[in-house]
Structure formats: structure tokens, C-alpha cells
């Protein structure tokens, strides 16, 4: 409401998206879906929905599956935005992202405050500090972890 940004999930091929409606009484859904890549979209009636989980335990297993890691995730994001730092997440993030292929274009300041919950001012004033640390080291659009280990101590909290 705010202009705020928080995501939540960024789901792969395949993945089923929106199921609340379907499946709540709750019809109303406060999270938005944005598509990053062009998508194919499969969109299911109530009663198709309902068909396929009682017609096909396969697919419903699969949903359950889906359903226990999305709780799963949200779990540690409530644990991470409630009990780690700005600071913290960052660290963790930077961590995870220089542990995973490298994606064409990068992220902006503002991308990474939306995954982490934060603003995009409180990214840059962050960077520029584990920059000024030791930590990381930037080249143009590009960071570079030089201590690892102390953005794991931060990421822990230490």
C-alpha cells in the first residue's frame, strides 16, 4: 500500500501459482504475481481444480508438495525479517547469490530490497559499507566477495 515491495517466491516451469483462490474461502489474494520471462499460463475453474484433486492423487500429491515448500519458505522469511538485521540479510543474500550461476542483466539495488524487505537506500548505504569493510569489492554493476567469511559472521549475526 505503501509502494512497498516484498517478494515472497519467484517460481520455475511448471509451478502452480494463485491456488488460494481455489482452495480458501478467503477468495481475496493480497500478493501480486509479476513475470520476469514470457509465460505460458494454464488457468483452472474451480470445478476442473476440484476434478483433478480428487480424479488424480498424483497431481495432489504434487500440490501438497508445493504447498509444504512454500510454507516452508515463508517460515524462514517470517524468521528472517522478524530476527536478523537489515544488515544481516544482506550478507546472507550476497552469499547466496555469488553461490548460484550468474544471471544475464544482474540485480539493481532495488530488486535486492524487495527480496531482502528493505528499501533501495538502505541496500546502497549497506553495499558502500561492506565495500569500505573489506568485504566486498565492486566493479562497475558487478560485486565480488573478498571475505566470505566475515559476511558469514554477519549473516550470522556475529
Given at each position: 500500500?505503501?509502494?512497498?515491495?516484498q517478494v515472497l517466491s519467484r517460481?520455475?516451469?511448471?509451478?502452480?501459482?494463485?491456488?488460494?483462490?481455489?482452495?480458501?474461502?478467503?477468495?481475496?489474494?493480497r500478493a501480486t504475481i509479476e513475470?520476469?520471462?514470457?509465460?505460458?499460463?494454464?488457468?483452472?475453474?474451480?470445478?476442473?481444480?476440484?476434478?483433478?484433486?480428487?480424479?488424480?492423487?498424483?497431481?495432489?500429491?504434487?500440490?501438497?508438495?508445493?504447498?509444504?515448500?512454500?510454507?516452508?519458505?515463508?517460515?524462514?522469511?517470517?524468521?528472517?525479517?522478524?530476527?536478523?538485521?537489515?544488515?544481516?540479510?544482506?550478507?546472507?543474500?550476497?552469499?547466496?547469490?555469488?553461490?548460484?550461476?550468474?544471471?544475464?542483466?544482474?540485480?539493481?539495488?532495488?530488486?535486492?530490497?524487495?527480496?531482502?524487505?528493505?528499501?533501495?537506500?538502505?541496500?546502497?548505504?549497506?553495499?558502500?559499507?561492506?565495500?569500505?569493510?573489506?568485504?566486498?569489492?565492486?566493479?562497475?554493476?558487478?560485486?565480488?566477495?573478498?571475505?566470505?567469511?566475515?559476511?558469514?559472521?554477519?549473516?550470522?549475526?556475529?
Amino acid at each position: 500500500m505503501d509502494g512497498r515491495i516484498q517478494v515472497l517466491s519467484r517460481f520455475g516451469p511448471g509451478y502452480p501459482v494463485n491456488m488460494i483462490s481455489l482452495l480458501s474461502n478467503e477468495k481475496t489474494n493480497r500478493a501480486t504475481i509479476e513475470a520476469i520471462t514470457e509465460v505460458d499460463l494454464l488457468v483452472l475453474d474451480t470445478e476442473t481444480f476440484g476434478r483433478l484433486l480428487a480424479e488424480h492423487t498424483d497431481f495432489s500429491v504434487m500440490l501438497l508438495h508445493r504447498l509444504a515448500d512454500r510454507m516452508t519458505k515463508m517460515t524462514n522469511l517470517a524468521t528472517d525479517l522478524s530476527l536478523h538485521s537489515v544488515r544481516s540479510r544482506l550478507a546472507k543474500f550476497l552469499i547466496d547469490l555469488a553461490d548460484k550461476p550468474q544471471t544475464v542483466g544482474g540485480w539493481t539495488q532495488d530488486e535486492i530490497a524487495s527480496e531482502i524487505g528493505t528499501v533501495r537506500d538502505v541496500v546502497g548505504r549497506l553495499i558502500r559499507e561492506f565495500e569500505s569493510s573489506g568485504y566486498i569489492q565492486r566493479n562497475h554493476q558487478q560485486i565480488t566477495l573478498v571475505d566470505r567469511e566475515g559476511l558469514k559472521s554477519i549473516a550470522m549475526g556475529l
